[in-house]
């Protein structure tokens, strides 16, 4: 029977972070050319004016920023799903996971969806070094929180700050940062139901029918390739 996987259209989702950095960016260049203007014509430098020329700096950084980001930051296609980060981008193949869906600590959603990982050596071998160091630190707080709440004393300090030097699955052998890396998966997990996690700025509604579609679209394709 023919793959239909092949032809399959990607699917790429467009986050808030890259939103309006052209025209922050460009509204603030002119701010800016129009103070520097206004210095050739006044003897003394206002007050107002500083905080004129502050405002259109850090305007221009943010819009900067933005346009450092990538344009989408999540396509799902036929090998996988796919979160571009602007320090590289990882793949989680569709028979890697089981699931997504949206994360909770005390019946409260986080600002993520979480994917719950059935291989980790599929995930691990796509994972850039650079990116898993990127994405340890910038989701440092949901970690913590998450050991926290898998602790039945509600302290694991020790935990929490302990390092592992190797993680290993059935198939392969894990070092250094990939090997903590895994690690944190299995933490988060265990205190969430899931592995691996993408920050998201949408609402909930929004949210739930991204994970919906991910869902729909990973049973779809799995079970076309199966068959």
Not at 170 to 177: E, L, W
């Amino acid at each position: 029977m023919p793959d239909s996987t092949v032809g399959f259209s990607p699917i790429r989702v467009q986050g808030a972070a890259s939103r309006g950095g052209a025209s922050l960016m460009l509204g603030s260049s002119v701010v800016m050319l129009l103070f520097i203007l206004s210095l050739i014509l006044v003897e003394q430098l206002q007050p107002w004016q500083g905080l004129v020329f502050v405002g259109a700096g850090l305007g221009m950084f943010a819009g900067w920023a933005k346009l450092s980001e990538p344009e989408y930051f999540l396509q799902f296609d036929s090998d996988g799903v796919r979160y571009q980060h602007r320090r590289g981008s990882w793949l989680l193949p569709w028979d890697c996971f089981l699931y997504s869906g949206i994360p909770q600590f005390n019946q409260q959603s986080l600002g993520f969806i979480g994917f719950n990982v059935t291989d980790y050596d599929g995930f691990l071998q796509h994972l850039p070094l650079r990116l898993a160091v990127r994405i340890i630190t910038e989701q440092r707080a949901l970690y913590i929180e998450a050991v926290r709440q898998g602790c039945a004393g509600g302290q694991c300090a020790s935990e929490m700050l302990a390092e592992v030097a190797n993680f290993s699955t059935k198939h392969m052998q894990y070092n250094g940062i990939k090997a903590a890396f895994a690690h944190r998966m299995q933490r988060l997990s265990n205190a969430t139901g899931f592995d691996v996690f993408i920050p998201v700025s949408f609402n909930e509604t929004e949210a739930q029918q991204l994970c919906r579609q991910i869902n729909q679209t990973r049973l779809q394709l799995t079970q076309n390739t199966a068959t």
